[in-house]
């Protein structure tokens, strides 16, 4: 799955109203589970405890909307799913225009767009239109009407777990997280299970996989939270190295998320791809989260998450409005987040700690690996493989030395895998959990 199809499943997905819980849950993990047809799909019942949370009653809406005295539909759910503010419990009454305001959110610095608004915990309602619209309407009567229930159900998940195939990992797992839980918001919803969806096609035709690959698609916050709190025994012993998928699809930026400790193996391996990836990515600490890596990076949970967003959650003007439609995200926007998080994933399955089988400098040109002819310059063309051999010592790990002599992972693998076929790089095993 490539740019183009990823963009492809975005159009489908997009019309679909997600929430916290409901349907459009269910439909959305459903067509997911199309391309990824062994993951498990859970279901938590309302009422459940995880940590300091409950699950709170399942919500599903089937029309809503505010229509004037002559029954003209002013806004209408069926027209944008932004206009029915999330979890709104249902009503249908004739007010006036004052009291009608009482219950309209906009976003009043961004007057022509439709703002995203929920109520998850506390039982009310509401409609979201632009500023401009509820700023011209005139004085009347009008027709409050939503079609929702609030009762209890589920909340509901999907896990699709990637064995690794060979022996190195030692049982250890690479979590990549994203969320399912939001209505009709391309950049900020669909990017990032679309971006997951294409990461899981593409390692399951990878035919060594030293890590298992742990993909989870939950409603953002609650949704973490419940599955951490069925797995985190599991998750704290096994994960080397976490990513949380958000805000993957635009093409403006290239941003990087720390992790609470700023310093885990994800850390690095993000750090270290995008700086010849995108040199000119912006980098933002962990005092500027706001997704998922809040929850998997709390302090008791602590697991090794960082984020790598194209334009982050926030940061961009379309952020949780109805502009953040189809034409924010483009083919070329997911497949550079897919390219980026394909070579960290590359980049890990060979994050091992190398050390040169011989003393001093090994004779390559009789293993057809340097010039046979001497002349200035003649060893440029190899001097990364030269640079890898000198810091190969066994005691950095890829990453570390990608670091250090200043050359892409990317340069360094096949490089690896040429002196390693030669016998001249060997594996220092027993250097620990995330090597």
């Known amino acids: 799955m490539e740019g183009k199809e990823m963009y492809r499943l975005a159009q489908r997905l997009f019309p679909i109203c997600r929430s916290l819980t409901g349907n459009g849950v269910r439909e959305t993990l459903k067509i997911l589970q199309e391309t990824m047809p062994n993951m498990q799909i859970y279901e938590v ?5 995880a940590f300091d949370w409950t699950v709170p009653d399942e919500w599903n809406i089937r029309d809503g909307f505010i229509a004037d005295g002559q029954g003209k539909r002013v806004v209408s759910f069926k027209d944008h799913n932004l206009h029915i503010m999330g979890y709104s419990e249902p009503v249908d009454q004739i007010v006036g225009l004052e009291e009608l305001k009482r219950h309209i959110y906009v976003q009043e610095d961004q007057p022509d767009v439709i703002p995203y608004v929920t109520s998850y915990y506390k039982r009310r309602f509401g409609f979201c239109m632009s500023k401009r619209q509820r700023d011209g309407l005139r004085a009347g009567q009008y027709r409050m009407y939503i079609d929702s229930t609030l009762e209890p159900g589920f909340l509901t998940y999907g896990e699709y777990l990637l064995p690794a195939t060979v022996l190195g990992g030692a049982g250890q797992e690479i979590l990549l997280s994203t969320y399912i839980c939001h209505p009709s918001m391309a950049n900020n919803e669909l990017s990032g299970p679309c971006v997951a969806a294409a990461l899981a096609c593409w390692l399951e035709k990878q035919p060594v996989r030293r890590y298992a690959y ?10 973490s939270i419940v599955y951490i709190s069925r797995n985190l025994e599991h998750l704290k012993r096994a994960v080397a190295a976490g990513f949380n998928l958000s805000c993957v699809g635009d093409n403006r930026a290239y941003s990087y ?22 040199p000119g990515y912006v980098t933002y600490s962990y005092l500027k989260r706001g997704s998922d890596e809040r929850q998997y990076n709390a302090p008791g949970v602590d697991l090794p998450v960082c984020s790598i967003c194209r334009s982050k959650f926030g940061e961009y003007p379309e952020y949780h409005t109805s ?3 189809l034409s924010l995200i483009s083919p070329e926007g997911l497949q550079g987040a897919l390219d980026v998080y394909r070579k960290c994933l590359r980049g890990l399955e060979y994050n091992r700690y190398y050390r040169v089988s011989c003393l001093c400098e090994p004779q390559l040109g009789k293993r057809g690996l340097y010039p046979t ?22 005691s950095m790990d890829l990453i570390a030395i990608s670091d250090t002599i200043h050359a892409p992972l990317e340069t360094l693998i096949p490089l690896v895998d040429r002196l390693t076929e030669a016998g001249l790089l060997e594996i220092c095993e027993g250097r620990g959990k995330g090597q």
């Open 45 to 49: 019942p309302s009422g459940t405890r």
């Open 214 to 223: 742990r993909f989870v698609f939950v409603p953002e916050t609650l949704g």
């Open 257 to 278: 998320i720390e992790s609470r400790k700023g310093d885990t193996l994800a850390d690095r391996v993000a750090r270290n791809v995008l700086r010849t990836h995108a």
């Open 323 to 325: 502009a953040d439609d």
């Open 373 to 394: 002819e001497s002349y200035k310059g003649s060893a440029d063309a190899v001097r990364d493989m030269m640079n890898l051999i000198a810091y190969a010592d066994g």
